[in-house]
């Protein structure tokens, strides 16, 4: 009896150290498997992959928040991607520091510091199908060559994720004039712009109610040709290429789509 009670606590023994051992070895490689899943693999919109050209240039010019204590970079990641603001996030692992930004690193902003040890993660810096992504502008962006009305148009970029493109600064509207000479001859390109009405002024917008800061029209625009021309597009013509333009909301044009990452 004595015999028996020993050789079943000896074997209790065994299968205790033989579950703690496998927990060891199950810790040890699936943290590191867990990160690296969180930073390579997922939906696009929750993906994160490092940068290596901002490495270790702390960019605090536009931080959402500076916390201390972060144990892993896993956790700051998961802090950056819980929240909707954050599009980048920079670490230190010596420091547990975790800083979340709200915007991509972009040239060399005033708070910018070298500091050794920081690592700079962005959300995925690519786009589906056929868009174009622009880094420095933070967006992608299609041309479509094939000619669709106004709502049309608007439809097509929605059921590709997309929008009809808004101009929010120069370098956009710098960047979207190239691509479209670039693209070929395409007289008119549709984009968000519309006309409204307030209080029976004219008031042209972008698609989500915003006033453009400058519309550098085509000279004569918008003459509102036939009464009819409510929605804005991208016109050429010698010497004036891709200037604002007004056009009827039912013709058919090519059309800019853009999504923001």
């Known amino acids: 009896m004595e015999k028996v009670l020993i050789k079943r606590i000896y074997d209790l023994v065994m299968i205790i150290s033989y579950i703690s051992a496998s927990i060891k070895i199950r810790f040890k490689y699936q943290l590191p498997y867990l990160t690296k899943h969180f930073l390579s693999d997922g939906d696009v919109t929750n993906k994160w992959m490092q940068d290596n050209d ?5 960019d605090t010019s536009q931080l959402l928040w500076d916390k201390n204590g972060i ?3 896993l ?3 998961s802090l950056c991607n819980s929240n909707p603001s954050c599009r980048a996030f920079f670490y230190h692992p010596s ?3 975790c800083l979340g930004s709200q915007s991509y690193k972009r040239g060399l902003p ?3 510091s070298v500091q050794q040890g920081w690592k700079y993660y962005t959300k995925a810096q690519q786009c589906d199908g056929d868009y174009t992504f622009n880094k420095t502008l933070g967006l992608c962006f299609k041309i479509h060559p094939e000619t669709k009305t106004y709502q049309e148009a608007m439809d097509a970029c929605e059921a590709e994720g997309a929008k009809l493109i808004i101009i929010r600064n120069d370098a956009e509207y710098v960047h979207v004039r190239n691509a479209l000479k670039a693209a070929g001859p395409l007289t008119y390109a549709l984009n968000g712009l519309r006309k409204t009405f307030p209080n029976g002024i004219i008031t042209w917008k972008w698609w989500n109610g915003q006033i453009p800061y400058h519309l550098d029209w085509e000279p ?3 003459d509102d040709f036939g ?3 409510d929605c804005g597009n ?5 010497g004036h290429q891709y200037k604002f333009d007004d056009v009827s909301c039912r013709w058919r044009n090519s059309f800019v789509c853009q999504k923001y990452i």
């Open 54 to 58: 901002f490495e270790n240039n702390l």
């Open 71 to 73: 144990p892993s970079l």
């Open 75 to 77: 956790t700051c990641g």
């Open 95 to 97: 420091l547990k520091k």
């Open 110 to 112: 005033s708070g910018q």
């Open 220 to 222: 004569g625009q918008p």
């Open 227 to 229: 009464w009819d021309e």
């Open 234 to 238: 991208f016109f050429t013509v010698a």
